[in-house]
């Protein structure tokens, strides 16, 4: 096997952009050996919340008077929930250490995200999670292994140099499985996976399987027996180079996002990384359970991005958690949930322009089984991923998801959105955000009619009305220069037809 | 009559109705039900008092490939969006009976798939009884293996006035209690005779997977682990039917909340999803509901199983087309009376034993076996082993093993002396098999969830192909690398001996072959075999009484323990 050349550092040091500012950084293996990252070192990180996690008390509609009354028991009262949006939406109280990152812009929240006829299995539901499929397909490949195949056409004839995927916390199953190949590593620790794969590896194989089921059972073990071996060196390469920059809570993803952190501060070229935290399915005594597991999740969550911000590749990763349903809104006898449909999924990064996608769920407009509509198919998040932030070619990604998706306004861009449909009312992001100078507040309006367009601070305080008007039904747009405000994160409303959309403003 | 032996009699009229099994009412009447027994709702409350404080909520399942997917759906191996593999379609083998003597090759094959951790003599034993007696003595039950103690089936005593230390004391004995019981099951694997039957009983705790981190209460895990075994080579109905009110699966899918008042779903659905109909074979949400009305009412204390009127759902339901005053007896009886339930249970089968890519005119020959034999299992794992397809050559190697099957197999077929995991002083054998239940990520008594294991190709990974290995070697050595010896060690003088000619060095590969890999080796795998145990020397200098013998013979143990050929049967 060809180890990864020790190119040690040298003693000159290289200024590079990585991060804010000028920093010096030492070189790194894989830049003075010319490789370059498929992705320009763009990095996905997965968080599965496994069980069905309950939105409704996740990103809380706490003034409905529908949530309340569903909810004698499990409601949780304004006077406890971290309010986003001045009366509407609040989040679950032990997501507090995500507020910052909230203020800054950087968690966008897609709302009922799920897909048509959702299946309430947990077990068929994460395999379509996972494939990327429609609820009436049976696909035994997952999404991500499809994409990481068209991102290395060589796999798995030529074993990329270095992962192409790593997965901590939970049995692989179909997530990795690929079309030509299992695309990822399992690795729960670096420093012992090392010594152990290499006390016992028995050299390569030569001679071709026999052409029987037998044969390939053991062209499979043979395949993952060489890529431990070849992985097992780089993983304990880029862990001894690596290090986290903050201390990590107590909890078994805090532990999986530390060894995240520092495989990719060790500049490990793997742009995906799979954790997951287990417990969601709360069908009884569920308060305090989720409670638990909600304060895991951002303790865990925050001290990853603080870990991402001290190292500089903050730029680099976006994060996103799925669970594979919400839960239903009507509370059960056991002071818990069944299994429902859609449910609030999280994207934490730089370049996330943050906020709600979405509305309010709609609890007036459930299904026979008692439960939501969705408002986003999951496909769309994969799609916009893919295409907005690794920038994979939008025919390819048709490819991989079988089929193509409205792209969701997550991502910062500082071009013109994609374009939401001409009959909904939305508000875009004002650009550009952040930053200074004069800023364009650009919204559409579905229907004419009288629209306020306003800005707050983030204690609610009445800042500046930008628009206050009857307005034709289209396309508007206010230019407003908020420089002379304190620095800070502002919220944008816009009030029209009885909704309300919010922004994220940014003064820097 | 006492107070108390009214009550016993209660309660034995209360067993008598679970001991007799389904009723097979002529016309939908609803079932008698037992006048309330106080002591037993005594019994009851104080049983769910101590678990609802201490036990894990159930867990959700775990993504990983369906435990049965649709019939005539692609498997792992094909890896595409349901079409046939690169073979094209599979090819349906029919289960005509292997005709002939056994080779030892044959029995090698064989006896890996029916026993796990099978020994040499086995196989010669095998050759020289012929195929009908094998498959006769491999379906043949063994006596019962003794209970781990006396406190396997104790009841939960009545802590109504205990303080909290005296119940966090209990705590610590029942979670001691949990850690010796997985260890019994292990060292019962590793020491039964040559028996399909302890094979069935993992296949089926795989089936009606139950986790005792869910259940707590370490009788009740044993109570259905008994049950299992009982019912092993016997009827799917009756187990199936004893199981739906068995004390660990009342926690487990919460059968024990489900009452007329507040209906509790979750068995009703797993029921039909994972244990019997199978996922996608017709039944709907309203088949899931009416089915959980009739499962109401049924409460445990941990030992045994009660019916309690009030909570019971006296009223009309329809399940599958058919209506009527359902209790639990109408339910299993009305999902038997369904095709599907036969076919699902066979392709498990199938996938177990056979291979992981069935074709669907083979299972159902052997679910029409099964229904014909109104539901005996017996028959078809006759077929199945008394078959050309089984044992022919075409499948040789193509299972891959479970995590059971190296570290309670392992033991069983090394004739490990010495080798007792229930020791608790020192604690390294106990510790040795626990590390490696959870590096391969198959604890006994603790499958993922309620869908049991996976399987096959999800055995292996980059985490868990180079853990088998490293643990498998400690065998060789008779130690971990940190701890002190473990008490027993792999003896390859005398395992060495038990093959045909230990002194003729291919022999001698080949024999450890067939232990190891279930099959002949590859020609390269022989020789690099034969390689590590020469070292250079030539073969007819080789002797078993070789002063030497012993470290080579070490050497290429492990390196068969170590080629991935050993991942396989």
């Given at each position: ?103 800054q ?84 620790n ?19 399987v ?28 880029a ?24 495989l ?245 | ?50 678990i ?45 009976p ?39 003595d ?41 850690k010796?019981l ?86 009703s ?66 999902l ?36 014909q ?6 028959p ?56 490696q ?65 230990p ?6 590969v080949?024999?450890?072959a ?13 020789d ?10 030539l ?12 470290p ?18």
């Open positions: 096997m060809q180890r990864r050349d020790f190119l040690a550092r040298t003693g000159g040091l290289l200024a590079t952009t990585w991060g804010a500012g000028s920093v010096w950084w030492p070189l790194t293996r894989r830049a003075l050996a010319g490789e370059s990252s498929v992705t320009g070192n763009k990095i996905l990180v997965m968080v599965v919340l496994q069980g069905g996690n309950d939105g409704l008390n996740t990103v809380v509609p706490y003034n409905d008077p529908a949530y309340v009354a569903k909810r004698p028991v499990l409601k949780l009262p304004g006077a406890q929930v971290l309010d986003l949006d001045m009366g509407t939406t609040g989040l679950h109280p032990s997501l507090a250490p995500l507020l910052p990152i909230w203020n812009g950087r968690l966008g929240i897609i709302r009922d995200v799920g897909y048509p006829y959702m299946n309430l299995s947990h077990f068929r539901a994460t395999d379509i999670m996972f494939s990327g499929s429609s609820s009436e397909d049976v696909v035994s490949t997952g999404w991500m292994a499809r994409w990481l195949e068209s991102l290395y056409p060589g796999f798995p004839e030529a074993l990329p140099a270095e992962p192409m995927a790593l997965q901590q916390g939970f049995s692989a199953g179909l997530v990795l499985n690929g079309n030509r190949g299992t695309t990822g590593v399992v690795v729960d670096p420093v012992t996976f090392y010594n152990i794969v290499n006390n016992n590896y028995t050299g390569g194989f030569t001679d071709p026999s052409q029987t089921p037998g044969g390939e059972e053991l062209d499979y073990l043979r395949s993952i027996d060489q890529q431990s071996f070849q992985y097992a060196g780089v993983i304990q390469d862990a001894d180079d690596g290090i986290n920059y903050v201390p990590y809570p107590n909890s078994k993803l805090a532990g999986q996002l530390a060894i995240v952190a520092q990719i501060d060790g500049q490990m070229d793997t742009p995906l990384y799979l954790t997951a935290q287990t417990g969601y399915d709360t069908h009884g005594s569920q308060l305090q359970t989720h409670a638990d597991l909600l304060s895991d999740l951002a303790g865990a969550l925050a001290a990853f991005v603080a870990d991402l911000d001290a190292m500089g590749r903050a730029d680099d990763v976006l994060v996103l958690t799925v669970s594979e349903f919400g839960r239903r809104p009507a509370e059960n006898g056991s002071a818990g949930t069944d299994h429902g449909t859609s449910a609030p999924w999280f994207l934490i990064g730089q370049g996330i322009s943050g906020g709600l996608i979405g509305t309010s769920p709609n609890l007036a407009g459930l299904d026979g089984s008692g439960n939501l509509p969705i408002q986003a198919d999951y496909r769309s998040v994969y799609g916009t991923i893919l295409t907005g932030w690794m920038g994979t070619a939008p025919s390819v990604v048709n490819d991989v998801l079988f089929g193509s998706f409205p792209s969701l306004p997550f991502l910062d861009v500082t071009g013109v959105p994609e374009a939401p449909p001409v009959n909904v009312t939305h508000l875009f992001a004002p650009t550009p955000n952040p930053g200074r100078g004069q800023r364009v507040f650009r919204f559409q309006l579905g229907a004419g009619g009288g629209a306020r367009l306003r800005v707050f601070d983030i204690s609610g305080r009445h800042v500046a009305t930008l628009s206050e008007a009857y307005l034709p039904a289209g396309n508007h747009e206010v230019r407003w220069n908020p420089d002379g405000l304190a620095m800070g994160t502002y919220i944008v409303t816009l009030d029209a037809g009885g909704e309300r959309r919010t922004a994220k403003l940014v003064v820097r | 009559m006492t107070r108390r032996f009214r009550s016993w009699c209660l309660a034995a009229a209360g067993l008598l109705l679970l001991a007799v099994g389904p009723g097979r009412a002529e016309e939908p009447v609803a079932p008698a039900l037992p006048v309330t027994d106080v002591a037993a709702e005594a019994r009851i409350a104080n049983f769910e008092a101590m609802d404080a201490r036990r894990e909520v159930a867990p959700p399942r775990s993504s990983g490939t369906p435990a049965a997917p649709p019939l005539g759906s692609n498997s792992v191996r094909s890896g595409t969006d349901g079409s046939p593999g690169p073979g094209g379609a599979i090819t349906a083998y029919g289960w005509q292997h005709e002939g003597p056994l080779t030892i090759e044959d029995a090698a094959h064989l006896l890996n798939r029916a026993v796990v951790g099978p020994r040499f003599e086995e196989f010669q034993w095998a050759v020289a009884r012929g195929l009908p007696g094998t498959v006769h491999l379906l043949t039950n063994p006596p019962t293996p003794a209970a781990p103690g006396a406190w396997a089936t104790e009841p939960v005593p009545n802590q109504s006035t205990w303080t909290q230390a005296m119940k966090d004391s209990l705590d610590a004995v029942y979670r001691e209690r949990q010796l997985r260890m019994w099951w292990t060292r019962t694997i590793a020491t039964e005779p040559a028996s399909l039957r302890e094979t069935m009983t993992l296949f089926w705790h795989d089936h009606f997977a139950t986790r005792m981190t869910v259940v707590y209460t370490p009788q009740s895990m044993y109570i259905q682990n008994a049950l299992l075994r009982q019912h092993a080579l016997g009827n799917f109905r009756t187990l199936a039917r004893a199981i739906c009110t068995d004390p660990a699966m009342l926690v487990m899918l919460d059968g024990r909340l489900n009452r007329k008042q507040a209906p509790n779903e979750n068995f659905r797993e029921m039909l999803e994972l244990f019997t109909m199978g996922e996608g074979s017709g039944y709907t949400q309203a088949d899931v509901s009416n089915a959980a009305r009739a499962c109401t009412g049924w409460q445990t204390d941990g030992i045994s199983s009660y019916l309690t009127a009030s909570r019971y759902d006296t009223g009309t339901k329809t399940i599958l087309g058919q209506t009527g005053p359902w209790g639990m007896d109408d339910f299993v009886r009305i038997f009376e369904q095709d599907a339930t036969a076919e699902y249970l066979c392709g498990k089968l199938y996938r177990w034993f056979v291979d992981d890519e069935p074709a669907p005119a083979d299972i159902h020959e052997l679910a029409v076996t099964l229904r034999n109104d539901y005996e299992v017996r078809v794992l006759e077929k199945i082993f008394m078959s050309e397809h089984l044992v022919s050559a075409r499948l040789r190697g193509s299972i891959l093993r479970d995590g059971v099957d190296l570290y309670a197999g392992q033991a069983r077929r090394w004739h490990l002396t010495g080798f007792d995991p229930m020791i608790t002083n020192p604690l390294w054998q106990r510790n040795w098999i626990t590390n239940m959870n590096a391969y990520g198959q604890i006994l008594m603790d499958p993922p969830d309620v869908s049991g294991w996976p399987g096959h190709r999800n055995w292996i990974n980059s985490n868990t192909l180079p853990n088998r290995k490293r643990y498998s070697v400690m065998i060789v050595d008779g130690r971990s690398t940190q701890t002190q010896p473990f008490g027993f060690q792999l003896d390859v003088n005398a395992e060495t001996r038990r093959f045909r000619d002194n003729d060095v291919h022999l001698l080949d024999d450890l067939l232990l190891c890999f279930g099959q002949k080796p590859t020609q390269l795998v022989h690099q075999l034969v390689a590590e145990l020469l070292q250079g020397q073969p007819y200098n080789w002797s078993i009484d070789d002063p030497d013998a012993v080579r013979l070490q050497d290429l143990y492990r390196l068969a323990m170590r080629l991935p050929d050993y991942q396989l049967k």
